[in-house]
């Protein structure tokens, strides 16, 4: 087949999950191409393309807006076959309502789904996750990418489904894409500790971030993604109203997946709070794994 993978990304996890995806595709002898939303990226269309693979990280319960508004430019075939894998840092269930946009714009276009993937990849905003955690994660996640290819081969891939009560309430929240840019104002650099590098300007993808007169400044067409502040290598820049939130520094995904799961269970049936969304989520991941694989 020839795919085309479609994903926005903000701090790298979904750009993760993509060279998974594409290494998968190829070595089973897919051709595959694949295009990194940005500012000033052309629109494609999937004439020619076999199966398309939309990728997007969960923002607010949302789609990010640029994945959006690419979306909407792209000439999509009528007929066209699609699978969608989001990614997120929690498996609450209003993020079932992420899609609904690009669902209904597909559908308008005559686009068949044939599968929906929610992936889980540690917090760049919030709260750093432990590194067990992250090993387990990961391990969870190849566990999703055999499903997910099983199921195209093979026709069964699933909808994620979502309620109507999910749907209004991620509407709602939706209002936070507009925050980027009130935030914006409020951001800073802290010049005791910025050497300058530029990496913050270069790595924009909204390129929202210049240097003038020797000064770090900022745009208001920030969309969040928090990859400045995640990847700043002295930590020097300040986000606004979420600075107490702010996660600093890269969780070498590539490093943690080749050490493995950790020995003991980071999710157990004991977890509680925050981490007892996972429960579930994992465990279903385990029961269809060991019903296709035996494993």
């Known amino acids: 087949m020839k795919i085309l993978l ?19 595709f190829v070595d089973r002898g897919n051709v595959v191409e694949r295009v990194e ?5 052309a629109a494609v269309c999937t004439e020619g393309y076999d199966l398309v ?5 969960i923002y607010g319960f949302n789609s990010p807006l640029p994945f959006n508004r690419y979306v909407a430019r792209m000439r999509i075939v009528r007929g066209q076959k699609f699978f969608i894998y989001k990614d997120s840092g929690e498996t609450f269930a209003i993020n079932n309502a992420s899609s609904r946009i690009l669902l209904r714009r597909m559908r308008r276009r005559g686009a068949r789904c044939v599968g929906e993937y929610h992936f889980v990849m540690p917090y760049n905003i919030h709260f750093a996750f432990d590194r067990d955690f992250v090993r387990e994660i990961l391990a969870k996640n190849e566990k999703l990418l055999r499903i997910l290819l099983y199921d ?5 891939g699933e909808r994620i489904r979502s309620r109507l009560i999910y749907n209004i309430a991620s509407a709602l929240v939706s209002i936070q894409k507009v ?9 800073r650099v802290d010049r005791n500790a ?3 590098c530029g990496k913050c300007i270069r790595n924009c993808p909204q390129q929202n971030i210049s240097q003038k007169k020797g000064k770090i ?7 969040m993604c928090m990859r400045c502040s995640f990847y700043c290598p002295h930590n020097a820049i300040h986000i606004g109203f979420l600075e107490g939130w702010k996660v600093n520094g890269d969780y070498h995904l590539a490093r943690l997946a080749v050490e493995g799961a950790p020995d003991r269970p980071y999710i157990t049936e004991d977890s509680r709070g925050f981490y007892r969304c996972f429960v579930r989520h994992f465990a279903k991941i385990d029961a269809r794994h060991r019903e296709l694989f035996g494993e």
């Open 152 to 156: 195209l081969d093979h026709g069964t």
């Open 217 to 223: 400044r900022f745009g208001h067409h920030c969309d």
């Open 194 to 196: 910025c050497t300058q």
């Open 179 to 187: 925050g980027g840019a009130v935030n914006s104002f409020l951001y």
């Open 53 to 57: 693979g939309f990728g997007y990280p």
């Open 37 to 41: 939303i940005a500012r000033g990226v």
């Open 6 to 24: 479609v994903y926005y990304t903000g701090t790298y996890h979904t750009r993760y999950l993509t060279d998974r995806l594409a290494r998968a």
